[in-house]
């Protein structure tokens, strides 16, 4: 069934929420010094992408998903600037066709593919998965998506591919962010072969049965629901099969701090904050905080995944 | 400036100082187009957190100003920004312990033991709640000589402050490290003036 004739899972619980733009967006700049400015959201010309052809998949989550304006103006996306509205504001005109992927590493078919060799063999899946930030806020997302595996397995790797490694885009001019050294660019992150070939992990390439927008990791990003948001790399232009763990950006910033599996776990702590629990985005002003799931109440799927593993030590 | 005229500059400095509230409110309400955003609770947090530390570099400011320009009047408007400095850590304060932390004295009382942004900040917050209380004309005579010492306060507390700010901050450090260069040449200009008057003292004495 494709998006033409179906009604997608989130059109029943949230379409006022969908088609109800926020106020916000209408706010006119008003600059009154810095810190006031940054408090009006100035209205960006925005297009919302195309739409994709989609089928459904069974294991969404029913939790309401939120709005298509929290989902795309409130993202960490550095590259583009590290204020949450910066990749909204930023990353409007950033331009992803064409776009290639480069696949070595341990693999029989590396080389590399344009955005179309990538995702043209694959079922696109609408997947609502709740997402939890390592700043201890979350979200629920209806990504557009297949399953990482079934292209991994398209580059044959071989007994040697213990891990992927995964690379942004490195390319200052067409990403602001970059041009100050807040992170070291570029971007990297990775996993291990049994963590990519789950069937939860998926590469995005769209969100609301639309194209990715610019600002969420265009055109295709990873996406690993029982991990803290930051693991689900954007803009990918690199994917690599490796025998020895990659190194990963925030874990090479602040390695105390985030760790190379960074499952979400409420009973390890940010060494500066708790993540016990979360701010659902959008739940208002006065709601309060919501416990924190184990694996982000993924971990009836994924938990044997660490079977025998100290998740304190191996954070 | 006469005293008169003083008097009457309260008036509009007063209510500048109040556009900061009145912006938040209205975002709260939703006026003007304002809003607080796809967070609210972190933005509140955000706003009131660095309009008091705004308002602290500003009172810090005061004296050095006096000095550079020879206006004398200008320590008359001291106390006002010192205690919207405090006016708004209060809000900043009650923000994070009755919106984001909904009063559970459990979680907070964890946080200030194991969160060292959070230590930093409430420590400061509790330096100048003493300011703030003895700020009064009664207080200042009753304490006398006293009542300076205890203001000096103030230095600690914005550094903290600016601490905590700096700690919570996770990879981009450029705005904590511009109220960090502001905070050290005003407090700078301090020691440098110190420094001078003490030499003059020594130079100035029979050997």
Redesign the interface.
Known sequence: MTSKNRIRAWEITSESNYLNR???L???G?A?GG??AA???PRVAEARPPELETVAWPGSTDEAPNSW??IT??NNF?EFG?A??DPYRNAQDFVTRPWTVRVSGECDRPGDYAYEDIVKPHTLEDRVYRHRCV?A?SMVVPWVGFPLGDLLKRFEPNSNAKYVAFKTLYDPDRMPGQR?P??RWPYREGLTIEEAMHPLTILSVGVYGREMPNQKGAPMRLVVPWKYGFKGIKSIVEIEFTQRRPRTSWNM??SREYGFYSNVNPEV?HP???QARE?R??A???A??QPTLMFNGYGEEVAHLYAGLDLRKNY | MKAKHVRLLKVPVFGLSLIPLAILVAEILGLWGLSLGTNPVEALIHFTGTWGLNFLLITLAITPLRRLTGQAWLVRFRRMFGLFAYFYLVLHFLSYAGIDQRFALGFILEDIADRPYITLGFTAFLMLSALALTSTRGMVRRLGPRWKKLHRLVYPAAILGVWHYYWLVKADLLEPLLYAAGLALLLGMRAWWRWRQRRAAASSSPA
């Open positions: 926020r106020d916000f209408r706010g006119s008003i009154l810190a006031l408090t009006a959201l304006e929290d103006t409130y550095y590290t949450k509205e700043e806020w100050r807040v992170l910033s602040a702590d500066r904050w708790s701010r985005i959008g208002g002003l006065f309060p905080k």
